[in-house]
């Protein structure tokens, strides 16, 4: 009878431990195991992304102005070549923007497919990236079918191409827009909130001083030119910051006047 309870026991645990199981998809390149992934990921790989953003601008001048490709994710930042814009209120001569297009993706279920607005003021070389209404152009890796997702992103890179303009126009207002307590206690504030580093501080703060703006277009400007010089991740979370920033300044604690 104690050998029958061990068994009945034994096959109840089992069988909750087979309820656990679930099958998993591994992503490797050659003898590297990239990730691990549930098998309700529908892989969109870069290849296929890269290739359908290149078929969507046929017949439009494209420079890549930056790019990363690693083991777990792809970036890339697009410039339209002659469709540089003008910023008016900035106070400074031939300052002008280039719109385009920013790409990221993961092959190992690190992050969606995400396209959106990016935007280079040529005059410092900083870059932005500005989603309308806060939000992306973006496809999570389930549930999706990759055909439509190419079809998708050739819709969606014309909706993007159309809103770069309107971005432009609302980072040129942003230089007409006064912040309560100044532009500089501003990025003191947003640094604390955003717990950023003493040094990243600093250098946003530097940033401002080499060009000064007391306006919300020169908080946004300071975040982007910090951005420059950081290695790539915390090089995109400025840029988004900065973008978001523009979009939705109330959000970081900013109150414009």
């Not at 900035?90 to 396209?115: A, F, Q």
Request: with cysteine.
């Amino acid at each position: 009878m104690a050998d029958t309870r061990k068994v009945v026991s034994f096959e109840r645990r089992r069988r909750r431990v087979d309820e656990l199981d679930q099958p998993m998809l591994l992503r490797g390149y050659r003898n590297l195991l990239r990730g691990v992934v549930s098998d309700r990921y529908v892989p969109l790989d870069d290849a296929l992304v890269v290739a359908a953003v290149r078929d969507a601008l046929v017949g439009r001048e494209v420079r890549v102005h930056n790019y990363r490709v690693g083991l777990n994710g792809l970036e890339l930042r697009l410039v339209f070549e002659d469709e540089s814009l003008p910023l008016r209120r900035t106070g400074r001569v031939g300052d002008v923007v280039s719109p385009g297009l920013y790409l990221r993706n993961s092959e190992v279920g690190l992050g969606c497919l995400v396209l959106e607005c990016f935007i280079l003021r040529l005059v410092c070389t900083n870059g932005l990236v500005a989603p309308r209404d806060g939000t992306f152009h973006r496809w999570r890796h389930v549930a999706v079918n990759p055909e439509q997702v190419v079809a998708d992103i050739h819709q969606a890179v014309g909706r993007v191409a159309g809103e770069v303009a309107e971005t432009v126009g609302l980072l040129d207002q942003a230089a007409d827009r006064g912040v309560r307590g100044g532009a500089r206690q501003a990025l003191r504030a947003l640094a604390h909130r955003e717990s950023l580093s003493r040094n990243l501080t600093k250098a946003l703060l530097h940033a401002y001083d080499e060009d000064t703006h007391d306006s919300l277009f020169g908080v946004v400007n300071a975040v982007t030119a910090a951005a420059r010089n950081l290695p790539a991740v915390l090089r995109t979370r400025l840029e988004l910051l900065g973008g978001s920033l523009l979009m939705q300044p109330e959000q970081h604690g900013i109150e414009v006047a």
